[in-house]
């Protein structure tokens, strides 16, 4: 029996993603706190346990590891999640790192708040997401510990995760923006960057603190396609300024 959650928390599809793990108990209890939150879609990236085993510490939610989809890091990008939030215990305070620039657990309700399609992407157990992983998601969240040892269980982590995101149901429903027009803001970003000569190695950088911006707001549809249309401006204004000054030289 699937349990569906007691509150409509403004109807948001969250799949739980778990990157090669190796340990049945780990993977049974993620289910049963599937269950806990009326969560349903299990993807396991590449898993090395015994499913039949998980099953075991699943109790109650083993139908959840049943339905598990096995897959590839690359199947979580092409399956149309609004934002993949990806974890780390292991964030940086470094400004130039801006792969592992981590918001806190508190912090999701407010970044998932109106998004319809989320995955929330658990680390291997023994060594987490690597920086190429982590610099394709939207977000990435960390739990902080008052000790210098950071590294929860993969299952504890989500639990309080979990209960961050669903802990306030008094959010209400609003035109935010979606993966299509965020992903437009950011290719006009991009774009811009690019005529205005930008340095070529600072491309990149760029395109993901945007892509980190926008996955840590709640910005609206009119917001976004509004500053889209200034980038848009800005590189047809910068165009036809070059185009004049070839004209001028000519």
């Known amino acids: 029996m699937q349990i569906r959650p007691c509150l409509d928390i403004y109807a948001v599809r969250i799949s739980i993603a778990v990157c090669e793990p190796v340990y049945e108990v780990n993977v049974g209890h993620i289910a049963r706190l599937m269950m806990n939150f009326g969560l349903e879609?299990?993807?396991?990236?590449?898993?090395?346990?015994?499913?039949?085993?998980?099953?075991?510490?699943?109790?109650?939610?083993?139908?959840i590891v049943d339905r598990a989809r096995i897959v590839h890091f690359e199947d979580i990008l092409r399956m149309g999640f609004d934002i993949i939030v990806g974890s780390t215990s292991t964030p940086s305070s470094d400004r130039s790192n801006i792969i592992?620039?981590?918001?806190?657990?508190?912090?999701?309700?407010?970044?998932?708040?109106?998004?319809?399609?989320?995955?929330?992407?658990?680390?291997?157990?023994?060594t987490g997401l690597t920086?190429?992983?982590?610099?394709?998601?939207?977000?990435?969240?960390?739990?902080?510990?008052?000790?210098?040892?950071?590294?929860?269980?993969?299952?504890?982590?989500?639990?309080?995760?979990?209960?961050?995101?669903?802990?306030?149901?008094s959010m209400h429903r609003v035109e935010y923006a979606s993966r299509e027009?965020?992903?437009?803001?950011?290719?006009?970003?991009?774009?811009?960057?690019?005529?205005?000569?930008?340095?070529?190695?600072r491309i990149p950088m760029i395109e993901?603190?945007?892509?980190?911006?926008?996955?840590?707001?709640?910005?609206?549809?009119?917001?976004?396609?509004?500053?889209?249309?200034?980038?848009?401006?800005?590189?047809?204004?910068i165009k036809r300024a070059e185009s004049r000054s070839l004209s001028q030289n000519a």
């Open 131 to 169: 920086n190429e992983e982590l610099a394709r998601c939207d977000v990435v969240v960390s739990i902080n510990t008052p000790t210098d040892y950071k590294a929860l269980n993969i299952s504890h982590a989500l639990a309080i995760i979990l209960y961050e995101i669903f802990r306030d149901s």
């Open 41 to 63: 879609e299990l993807l396991l990236i590449e898993p090395k346990v015994d499913l039949a085993r998980a099953r075991i510490f699943a109790a109650h939610a083993a139908s």
């Open 181 to 201: 027009e965020i992903d437009l803001l950011i290719k006009y970003a991009v774009d811009l960057a690019k005529v205005a000569n930008t340095r070529e190695y």
């Open 208 to 237: 993901t603190a945007i892509r980190r911006i926008m996955g840590r707001s709640t910005a609206t549809s009119k917001e976004v396609m509004l500053i889209v249309s200034l980038l848009r401006s800005a590189i047809l204004a």
């Open 100 to 126: 592992r620039d981590a918001v806190d657990a508190s912090m999701l309700a407010g970044i998932v708040r109106g998004k319809d399609k989320v995955c929330l992407l658990l680390g291997r157990e023994s």
